[in-house]
Structure formats: structure tokens, C-alpha cells
């Protein structure tokens, strides 16, 4: 996906709305109201005192406009705005940062941040149902967000803080060549990881992990279940790996560490919402 920073639609806000009313009504406008889209039914506002991207829907006698029921709805940020920020946001692969976005769009940092998380949080899908199914593989596999010790300085360092201590521990479960989902998780143990991977993926799946000891019962559950043994050198093994979920972490480790320096823990299901997005 281009950054085509050059689009008209970036700059004026008569033509973001534009771009906006073709990508949510292709067949013309629909009232959110009560859901009429009997053409004859909606008029387009005009005159001086009504604000642009006005409509009437006659079936309710509701008014509406492109934005309702999306994140910019009562948004007084410019459209423009609005649209040039998503699209930054969706063609940076590793990321932007509310300092870049502050940057490029010319407005605050706070304005910056709001226009962040809010795109964030509309990236978070909705669940449409298990992952996988018969005759399809999914990969469980789980990393650890947060600062290395060696990186801090020497006053603020803790001692024993290896491997996943002091660390956020997220657990992604991504289809093979399908979507991924990722969690934030308390431990990394059978007990906790069981109730989300039986909800998350159908136990009809071939379920691929590695040796680690939180996989062992709950892969009892699904068709087939393959382990490859990072600790002996072994990353493939026929169709078993997990390099696909390793890829996204690779990824976000990316994201934080080149863009973002710091993640807040109240905040990352927006980030993690973002990078399955992606």
C-alpha cells in the first residue's frame, strides 16, 4: 500500500467526504437511523446554514452524515485529517508514531495521539469465529513485550530480570494464510493459554507449536498436533514451524523497538489490534 501523500482527498475536506460517501454507500447514501436506502427517501442538505455532508432521511425524519457511526463521528478534526492519518497508519508496515503523525499533519501531539488510538481501535476486527478448521494449520506461539535490562541504566537495572520477567506476555495464534489474533496474557501456562486457544481456534485444526510445556495437553484437542524443537536447533520439520506467528512478532518487535521505543500496558490490545490488522 502507497503513500500517496499528493491526494486531493488529503488536503481538502470537501474531497475526503467525497472519498469517504464511495467507500462506506457505493450505491448511495443510507441512513444509519433506521437503515433506509430508498434514494428517493434521502435528500442532500443545502444552503448556507447546513454543514457539509448533510442528509435527510424522509423514512425517520433523521438527519446524518458519512461519518456517524465511525470514529470520527463528533470528531472536529478535519477529514482530511481523518483520512490522511489512516492512511498513513495503514501503509506503514512497522508502524507511526503520534510524534510522527504530529509531524506530517501539522496539528498537536495530543491531537496526534487521539487520531492513533482511535484508528487503532477501529482496526480491532471483529471475531468472526474460530481460526482454522479441518484440513488447515494454525500456529501457537508466544513472545514478551518490554525493555531489555541491559538497555536501562546501571541505577534503575534489577537483578534476576531475564528471559520474560518484567515483560508483558502476548500469545498470538495465526492460520496459515488467514488471519492472525493476538492476546495479552497473565502467564504462559497450560491453565491460562488452554481456555483462550479452545475458544479462539477449532479443535478441528492441525495445531502447530513449539516444545514448550503449555501446548502439551491442549494439543491433545485438536486433529493433529506437531511440536518443533527450537532448544535442538529444529525450526522446520515437514509442515510443522511456527515461523509464521515468529514473523509477526518479528514484526511488532520492529514496531516497538524502531518506532514506538515504549509500549504502555493499558494500551497494547490497541497495538496488538493493529498488527493483526496488518
Known sequence: ????????????????????????????????????????????GEGKATRPGLYYCAACNGQFTVTIGSVMERS????????????????SKKGMSALQLQRMLGVTYKTAWFLCHRIREAM????????????????????????KETNKHVSKRKKGMLGGKGKVAVVALTERNGESR?????????????????????????????????????????????KVNHGADEYVRGDAHTNTSECRFSLMKRAVFGTHHSISEAHLPRYLAEWDFK
Not at 27 to 40: A, L, T, V
Not at 195 to 224: A, C, W
Open 182 to 226: 493476538s492476546f495479552r496474557v497473565a502467564k504462559v501456562t497450560g491453565e491460562e493459554l488452554r481456555p483462550l486457544i479452545v475458544t479462539q481456534v477449532s479443535r478441528k485444526s492441525d495445531l502447530m507449536t513449539d516444545f514448550g510445556g503449555q501446548y502439551y495437553h491442549v494439543g491433545q484437542e485438536f486433529n493433529r498436533h506437531e
Open 124 to 147: 480491532t476486527e471483529p471475531v468472526k469465529g474460530p481460526l482454522g478448521g479441518s484440513g488447515k494449520i494454525v500456529e501457537a506461539d508466544e513472545t514478551y513485550i518490554g525493555g
Open 1 to 44: 500500500m502507497a503513500a500517496d501523500i499528493q491526494n486531493a482527498a488529503f488536503v481538502d475536506d470537501d474531497k475526503a467526504r467525497e472519498v469517504l460517501e464511495a467507500i462506506r454507500w457505493p450505491d448511495g447514501p443510507i441512513c444509519p437511523h433506521c437503515g433506509n436506502s430508498d434514494q428517493d427517501k434521502i435528500a442532500k
Open 76 to 91: 472536529k478534526i478535519p477529514l482530511s485529517k481523518w483520512l490522511f492519518a489512516i492512511h498513513l497508519m495503514g501503509a
